[in-house]
């Protein structure tokens, strides 16, 4: 009797002790379907989800808040994504926030109307504009997300949206035509009319 | 050392077509009018210009200058004004320009100052320079992948103990016979390049690996190859089968070694170089000649003399298809290589480059493979059969059609060495290879994608970061300052109460002065009224 009960106590104290342990040193820092969700989201960080940038939108999901289909730049991928991870029904995106475009765009300055104000650079999300006071301002293209934030700010409307240009070095080898490519022609023979 | 041959798996038998072009003598080219240089003839990005519209450029003069990583030397293959600075339309698949110059030749072929000093005894020169020289001439490797020899013998060297150095003389493509021809007129050139590479590299042994068709190119080497009495150097005769000039199944057929996946040839011991690369080596290591000019093959139906050109580098194709009697009316399709991996062109104003081994001209007809009159796929498997790196063509298919990028790379796409066997054999004529470059395109876009977001990620961190420690940095100067001015407004509380306690003191005896200073007077005052009162009586008294 009073073994067994010592034997149990025993065990108790080992397994919380151990679970004990367990719960300080392996704990998951941070909130791992946030860092999921954030991962899905294209990183525009445009803000038209209503929330300034992607890992904000992400925790606002996470917490019930948004919606799932609120973000205009990821389109129907982005909420399929987005649905698997929450595991929600999908949805078709919301119109409110914006249309989504497949062709990727990048910020332009025209540099010889930009004044110099550096209001656009303090609107650009990513840090991808240079310049200073009263010097030319530029968009480095490489790291310019194509958010569109730097348009509003700018007084004299001297940032323009363009396509990315195509190049050799993104250039790809396009498909074969498929057999749903190739035209398909149905020749009826004229009908033929007895008796002349 | 066993000269033991091994089968790769699959490929194909292809008609060769090489004695319409094998026959005839190579023959010189006279100088066109205008060269048209491309900055970006190599793997990587283009180097940085040196040279402006209007600047008279000696041959062998570098046009670009070497950017930090992933960029290589282009020469002025000949003497004369550079034209123009700008874009051109390259050999490339997809029709787009590339930046370049066009130099009008003045026909001097004036060398300047621009000749590099030759290095006859490399046997003696330290490998590091003679990697410093392969990198100045801006060799690459002239097989038709575009590397940067410096680079691979650089990796080669660094890795140490090499076992084997392969010498890929097999031209298997069909109608390619540049090399043949190279290796029939200049031997012993390319032996003296191996020379260099054997000096800078010192494996075990030397195999050349050479296909059974080329017996005249055979002959040659192996008397080379005898004259020098070097043992570690065997030319080895393998059958004729394409695509046994592919590197990786090279080295399966000469050593046995299969180059498992993401690995590279020189972890397992093996290095890999085209006898063309041999033979550049040659002029730049031992007559100081940067890499101006290499052997086309210009063949096909569509010409009328196919034949091959020493050709400098920037020549146009209009040129070379001139020289080669014009085009025939039989012309159809240009192609930039040979039959199975060639790619086609979409205009013959294009400059010969360095990775151009071959101007084919098709009438349509004779195409290995082409997707017209493509039919639905049947499994049958036939592409399975010959699909040298022992890939699943027809599942590849159905993945790369869907786009299912997960599932390509879960079947090795990565692997396939586009040689275009699964195409030529198809008998639904369906163009496999092109769904699987289409598919490693869209793989490289998804990286490229993802890159970018990453970035994005880092950045838009990166800046909250920025903006919050900025804020708490004026936080921090603000508290700060407003601590210091607490600190002197107590200090000037401190010093006022202690001024105050001073002047209260101060006051008094002010005070004291004023009290003394008014009995004083008072005292005065007195005194003087005594007085008065005292004369008064006596003037009374005198009254």
Redesign the interface.
């Known amino acids: 009797m009073i073994v067994a009960i010592l034997t149990l106590l025993g065990l108790a104290l080992f397994f919380g002790l151990l679970l004990g342990y367990a719960a300080i040193h392996f704990k998951v820092k941070g909130n791992p379907i946030v860092d999921k969700l954030?991962a899905a989201l294209?990183?525009?960080?445009c803000g038209q989800c209503t929330f300034p940038?992607?890992?904000p939108y992400a925790e606002a999901i996470e917490r019930g808040e948004a919606e799932i289909n609120q973000c205009p730049p990821g389109g129907e991928t982005t909420i399929q994504e987005l649905a698997d991870i929450m595991g929600v029904e999908t949805i078709p995106l919301n119109d409110d926030h914006g249309e989504h475009s497949d062709t990727p765009e990048v910020a332009v300055i025209i540099e010889d109307q930009c004044i110099g104000c550096t209001l656009c650079i303090q609107a650009c999300?990513?840090?991808?504009i240079m310049g200073a006071a009263k010097q030319m301002h530029t968009v480095i293209a490489?790291?310019c997300?194509g958010c569109e934030l730097c348009l509003p700010p700018c007084p004299v409307d001297c940032i323009v949206m363009l396509p990315i240009k195509?190049?050799?070095e993104?250039?790809?080898?396009?498909?074969?035509?498929?057999?749903e490519n190739?035209p398909v022609v149905v020749e009826t023979a004229p009908k033929v009319v007895q008796g002349e | 050392m066993s000269s033991q041959q091994y089968i790769m798996h699959g490929g194909v038998h292809v008609a060769g077509h090489k004695a319409l072009s094998t026959d005839k003598a190579m023959s010189t080219l006279a100088l066109p009018e205008r060269l048209m240089i491309p900055t970006r003839q190599h793997r990587g990005i283009g180097g940085k210009l040196l040279v402006a519209e209007g600047d008279y450029v000696y041959k062998g003069q570098p046009l670009t200058e070497q950017r930090a990583t992933g960029s290589y030397l282009v020469h002025a293959s000949t003497s004369g004004t550079i034209e123009k600075v700008g874009r051109f339309l390259v050999p490339h698949r997809s029709g787009y320009s590339c930046i370049g110059v066009s130099i009008k030749v003045d026909g001097k072929e004036d060398w300047g100052n621009y000749r590099l000093a030759p290095m006859k005894d490399f046997v003696t020169i330290d490998n590091a320079l003679l990697l410093d020289r392969i990198n100045d001439a801006g060799v690459v490797g002239l097989g038709g992948a575009v590397f940067p020899t410096a680079v691979k013998i650089g990796s080669g060297a660094k890795q140490g103990a090499l076992k084997t150095l392969i010498i890929n003389a097999a031209e298997c493509e069909p109608y390619i016979t540049c090399d043949d021809v190279l290796m029939r007129t200049e031997a012993d050139q390319i032996v003296t390049g191996i020379q260099v590479m054997l000096k800078m590299l010192s494996p075990e042994q030397c195999l050349i690996g050479i296909e059974d068709n080329k017996p005249e190119a055979i002959a040659a080497l192996k008397e080379a190859v005898a004259k020098l009495d070097h043992r570690t150097i065997k030319v080895i005769v393998i059958p004729t089968i394409y695509p046994s000039g592919d590197a990786k199944q090279l080295t399966k057929i000469l050593t046995g070694v299969e180059i498992a996946k993401g690995k590279r040839s020189y972890e397992l011991g093996i290095l890999c170089h085209n006898v063309a690369t041999a033979h550049s080596l040659y002029k730049a290591v031992v007559l100081g000649e940067p890499l101006l000019s290499r052997l086309v093959t210009v063949t096909g139906a569509g010409v009328k003399e196919p034949q091959n050109f020493d050709v400098l580098l920037g020549t146009p194709f209009t040129h070379l298809v001139q020289a080669a009697g014009g085009y025939t009316n039989k012309a159809e399709r240009l192609l930039m290589g040979g039959l199975m991996m060639g790619y086609p062109m979409h205009t013959d104003e294009i400059p010969v480059v360095k990775a151009t081994n071959c101007v084919l001209v098709l009438p349509e007809s004779d195409l290995a493979y082409s997707s017209d009159m493509a039919m639905p796929c049947t499994r049958c498997g036939k592409c399975v059969e010959v699909c040298p790196p022992k890939l699943l063509p027809q599942q590849l298919y159905w993945h790369s059609r869907a786009n299912d990028l997960e599932r390509v790379q879960k079947h090795n796409l990565a692997d396939c060495i586009e040689c275009g066997c699964c195409s030529y054999v198809c008998p639904s004529n369906i163009d496999l290879v092109s769904y699987f470059t289409h598919a490693k395109g869209a793989l490289r876009e998804e990286r490229q994608k993802q890159e970018k977001i990453d970035q994005a990620r880092e950045r838009f961190e990166f800046r909250d970061f920025r903006i919050q420690r900025d804020k708490e940095e004026r936080d921090a100067k603000r508290a700060e300052h407003k601590a210091a001015l607490q600190k002197k407004k107590a200090a000037m509380a401190a010093k006022k109460a202690q001024e105050g306690e001073n002047s209260v003191s101060a006051t008094d005896s002010k005070q004291d002065a004023i009290k003394a200073a008014l009995a004083r007077v008072q005292a005065k005052k007195k005194a003087q009224q005594e007085q008065t009162s005292d004369s008064s009586k006596t003037e009374s008294k005198q009254d």
């Open positions: 954030d294209p990183q525009t960080q940038g992607c890992r999300p990513v840090d991808a490489d790291e997300t195509q190049n050799i993104r250039w790809n080898n396009p498909l074969p035509l498929a057999l190739i």
